[in-house]
Antibody
C-alpha cells in the first residue's frame, strides 16, 4: 500500500524549533519530488516547500524562506522539514504529499506555536 | 505568484443536482498542472482531477474537469450524499505552487 506518515508535530513556543518527518512506503520514494503543505485551523491549503528526488533543487514559499529547511533521506524513504524561528502564524496541520499531481498525502501532523 | 480564485465560496445544492465549481487564475496556467481536490473535515485532501481534466484513480465518472488558460471548472454531474465537502483547485506548474481558497459544497 502506498502510504505517507507524518510525525514530529506538537506544541512549541514562539521562536522555537521543530523537525517534522514523513515516512514513505509502498513506492519508490527516490523517484519522486516531495512536498510539504500546511493548513491553518479553519483555513485553506498552503504549499510550503518541495524537493527534487536527488535533493539538488528545493523551493519554498516566501513566508518560510530562511526559517524552514526541507531535506530527505532516500535510503530511509523519509522526508523532513526543519522549522526554526517559529511564529504563531505557522500553527497548522502539516502534510507531506507526493508530487505526482499530489496524488498521495499523509494524514498530517499538527504544529501549534503558542506561549 | 499565481493567485487562484474559486467561486462560489459556498454552494448549496441537493443530492441528484449538478454542481459547477469555478477556479480562475491571475495568469495563465498550463493545463498539465491544474488539479482539483476534495477535502472532508479532519481528513487530508483527496486528488480528484489532474491535468485539468483527467480523473484520478478510483474517482467516479460523475466528476469531470475542464478549462484552460485562466479559467477552469469542476463539474459533479449528479450529487451523491458523500460529495458534500470542500473542493480546492491548485496549480503546480512552477513554484510557489498555489491553492484556491476552496468552495464548500453543502446540502441544501
Amino acid at each position: 500500500e502506498v502510504q505517507l506518515v507524518e510525525s514530529g508535530g506538537g506544541l512549541v513556543q514562539p521562536g522555537g524549533s521543530l523537525r517534522l518527518s514523513c515516512a514513505a512506503s509502498g513506492f519508490t520514494f527516490s523517484s519522486y519530488w516531495m512536498n510539504w503543505v500546511r493548513q491553518a485551523p479553519g483555513k485553506g491549503l498552503e504549499w510550503v516547500a518541495n524537493m527534487k528526488p536527488d535533493g539538488s533543487e528545493k523551493y519554498y514559499v516566501d513566508s518560510v524562506k530562511g526559517r524552514f529547511t526541507i531535506s530527505r533521506d532516500n535510503a530511509k524513504n523519509s522526508l523532513y522539514l526543519q522549522m526554526n524561528t517559529l511564529r504563531a502564524e505557522d500553527t497548522a496541520v502539516y502534510y507531506c504529499a507526493r508530487q505526482n499531481a499530489f496524488d498521495v498525502w499523509g494524514q498530517g501532523t499538527m504544529v501549534t506555536v503558542s506561549s | 505568484e499565481i493567485v487562484l480564485t474559486q467561486s462560489p465560496g459556498t454552494l448549496s445544492l441537493s443530492p441528484g443536482e449538478r454542481a459547477t465549481l469555478s477556479c480562475r487564475a491571475s495568469q495563465s496556467v498550463s493545463s498539465n498542472y491544474l488539479t482539483w481536490y476534495q477535502q472532508k473535515p479532519g481528513q487530508a485532501p483527496r486528488l480528484l482531477i489532474y491535468g485539468a481534466s483527467s480523473r484520478a484513480t478510483g474517482i467516479p465518472d460523475r466528476f469531470s474537469g475542464s478549462g484552460s488558460g485562466t479559467d477552469f471548472t469542476l463539474t459533479i454531474s449528479r450529487l451523491e450524499p458523500e460529495d458534500f465537502a470542500v473542493y480546492c483547485c491548485q496549480q503546480h506548474g512552477s513554484p510557489p505552487y498555489t491553492f484556491g481558497q476552496g468552495t464548500k459544497l453543502e446540502i441544501k
